[in-house]
């Protein structure tokens, strides 16, 4: 399934083959998980904390002894992580040092339209745009990405991605674990040639085999024996995640994409499309000291990340029976059909039948109202997973085939993954903000490539 032609007028990757040799596969648990480092503000106002950060390359070690030139966000190859608040401002400015086009998106914000990122609304290069963030929305664990027109398949694989953690009151109260018990873990694949570097070419997922855990091959991290919260985020281009300790011990999962789930959600794995985000708490007190616990990705049969068990620590955190109810939403009073499907002509994936064109509008959306979009990926004649993304709104799953969306979907969502052949619905309110939105498959190279579509809200 990695052999597509490519639609016409899209030639720019068109010659890409790669002939030489891959790097060794790295040996697992060498490297101790990095944490992204947090940004500090340039200015803190009175309502409002301001940033710089410069997207610039980088050469990063991400596999041990070798240099991999990268693409960064102030020059770490996971970016720096925003900290913030439900309520209160961000600004950020970005400077632009590479030489092609970025667009910032923060995946998963309820932003105006000129603060979204929109594909062709670029940073040229050379030059600093300002983007603005009320953070009106609930705590969540959000991520900020490239998302330049055709290009942000590349400029997120090269490595401009980085954690936006928002917090709110309600949710400190609850008690989960904080500070350096909550841990952000970004979950990328890459292909390294010989000498270190990051092949791209399009679509080529398969031969993307390297995992990567903030940006390192199967790191271990020590941890104390008490309770910890991982935001687990899939920020690779194309890769199904599916997360499981090892002999099955439970994970309990406390909040998808968009914040808290109505409920902790225990289970033995969690999957994730490419931007969804699964924030799990571990109990790791339920382990004698020494103990190695792997997390592995179940569908390549490799390992992620290994927990290193210390001593037991004193622990005030908990996980509470209820978290944070999922809001009613009104009655919708529009339904949508969004098809996703291989174009034979076309050579390519769509939606509802065409390639993007920045410049047409595909849904005109009365602000304020209520939708359900029927999602549907049709299997014929090439049956593929896809994912949909809706920038703007953070919308509920209600089922998937006609089967309500089961514990760990009952959160926000703003990324819903699709089988082949699958159908699922889901509701969201066009509330605040007019203007142009995309939406799109999240597995990058799909959307790079067309597979996106534009909603106006008028
Ligand atoms: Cu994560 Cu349209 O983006
Ligand atoms: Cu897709």
Redo the contacts with the bound molecule.
Sequence with gaps: VQAFARPAGHHHHAAAVFRGRAAAAPEPFTVRLPLPPVLKPSAVLADADVYRLTTRPAVAELLPGLRTPVLTYGGSFVGPTIRATTGRRVIVHHTNALETGTSV?L?GAHVPAAHDGFPTDLIAPGTTRTYEYANQQAAATLWY?D?AHHMEAEHVYRGLHGFYLLEDPGERALKLPRGSYDIPIMLTDARFAEDGGLVFIMDDSGNRTTLLANGRPAPYLPVAGRRYRLRLLNASNMRVFQLRLAGGEELVQVASDGGLLPAPAPTDTTTLSA?ERADVVIDFSRYPEGTKLVLDDVLSGQPVLRFDVGERERDDSRVPSELRPQDPLPEATIERDVTLAYDVDLGWFTINGKLFDPERVDFTINEGSTEIWRIHNSADPIGVPHNL?V?LVQFQVLDRDGVPAGPQERGPKDTVALAPGETVRVKATFADHRGRY?F?C?QLDHSSMGMMAVFEVV
Excluded: L, T
């Design positions: 998106h995946h990405h998302h931007a993304h920038h995309v799109h999240h």
